[in-house]
């Protein structure tokens, strides 16, 4: 069961959950986007080669090759090519860093799209709009006395918080700010843990 509720960051505040590592990994895993866009490129690549390969034989053995591809042209390039040859080095550079990059891709695991909220049970997924927690804190900072109003941006495992102030005594108020934002964090029970960076702006 999939669920996307949303903070609008009132004053509410979800009730404590009992830490489960299993729902927290099973909720990290429901939103955390799958490389569909990379697959898809590879598997038409990969198509693609295989029609040609295909055609290529079947059009050879029936004795009509179509020569698609320029194999002469190519044969006597690669016997009057030495391994030093920098075009060589440099197309064996491309290709290779091009198998790092989608190797790359398909191993580094991608932002999540939501931001998973601890349920305790691993069949119950419940995920937040970066946006809707974004919101949720900067209500929070702007119940700090003192601050006229507040943005916070969600950026990965980064909030960024600016509230907007009379302008004295900035360290007081980012610490403020600070722990305002921290204990609506831990109310609101995000399986990951997020760091917060205040930067008070003096309203003018």
Do not use: C
Not at 32 to 54: H, K
Not at 73 to 90: H, Q, V
């Amino acid at each position: 069961m999939n669920e996307h509720p949303e903070t609008e960051g009132g004053s509410s505040q979800a009730l404590p959950v009992t830490r489960d590592r299993a729902a927290d990994r099973a909720a990290v895993r429901a939103f955390r986007p799958n490389r569909r866009i990379p697959a898809i490129v590879v598997a038409v690549l990969l198509t693609l080669l295989s029609v040609l390969v295909a055609a290529e034989t079947i059009s050879a053995l029936v004795g009509r090759p179509l020569r698609w591809v320029p194999y002469d042209r190519m044969l006597g390039w690669a016997d009057s090519t030495l391994w030093s040859n920098p075009l060589f080095l440099l197309a064996s550079a491309v290709v290779a860093l091009l198998g790092l990059a989608l190797l790359a891709t398909a191993l580094v695991p991608g932002r999540p799209s939501m931001a998973p909220v601890r349920s305790g049970d691993p069949d119950v997924i419940i995920g937040l709009r970066p946006k809707s927690v974004g919101r949720a804190l900067a209500h929070a900072a702007e119940e700090v006395p003192g601050v006229h109003s507040a943005r916070a941006s969600v950026r990965g495992h980064t909030v960024a918080v600016t509230p907007v102030t009379s302008g004295w005594d900035k360290e007081r108020f980012a610490e403020e700010v600070r722990a305002a934002v921290l204990t609506r964090l831990a109310a609101m029970n995000l399986v990951e843990p997020y760091r917060v960076a205040v930067n008070v702006k003096e309203r003018k």
